[in-house]
């Protein structure tokens, strides 16, 4: 009579000593899923940018729709990939103050927390981008302007907006996504 081998053990000897890996670099199912969405909410602005003919700025959210000095203000963005991109690119936005006087706030950073960087979206997602706006208490202007836009850092060039006459943009490949009033 033969001793019985255990099924790992048996598995082990059918299979060789390959083991699988899951490929570096690669997002997971979860975090792809927290990336992206199957619809823009219905209470964003529209936009329709859409930068080199591989990513359109479908619409952006700001909450609160008004700021007020001291305080921070959510803001959402959503990308629908029209092509592969084959750079890293990061997603540059500046805050200006609609009037010039103060000095510009530079907030740029990976899409979607890092977890889903550009060379891994895939045509027909849509990805949702969020990050925070803050305005110092000692602040006062009437508004502020949101520019928005994609940028390779290794080449230092920004991904060209392809339909400048249908979106608001100041002819250097930045996006103007809202114009947020500043409470007095």
Known sequence: MRPELPTALLSVLLLGTACIVEAPGGASPEQRRAATVTQ??????RNGANLGGKVELVAATVQPGRL???????????????????????????????????????LDHMPAGGMLP??????????????????????????????????????????????????????????LIAQVPVAQ
Not at 88 to 101: C, K, M, S, T
Not at 123 to 133: A, C, Q
């Open 40 to 45: 823009v909410p219905p209470l964003s602005v």
């Open 68 to 106: 007020t000095p001291g305080e921070r203000a959510q803001v959402t963005v959503y990308f629908k990939v029209l092509d592969a991109l084959d750079a890293d690119y990061l997603i540059f936005v500046h805050v200006e103050d609609a009037g010039g006087r103060m000095e510009r706030m530079n």
């Open 118 to 175: 550009t060379s891994q979206w895939k045509p027909g997602e849509t990805v949702k981008d969020e990050f925070s706006i803050y305005l110092p208490a000692d602040a006062n202007p009437k508004a502020l302007n949101i520019w928005l836009g994609l940028w390779d850092p290794k080449t230092d060039a920004r991904l060209p907006l392809t339909n400048r006459d249908a979106v608001r943009n100041d002819g250097r490949d930045r996006i």
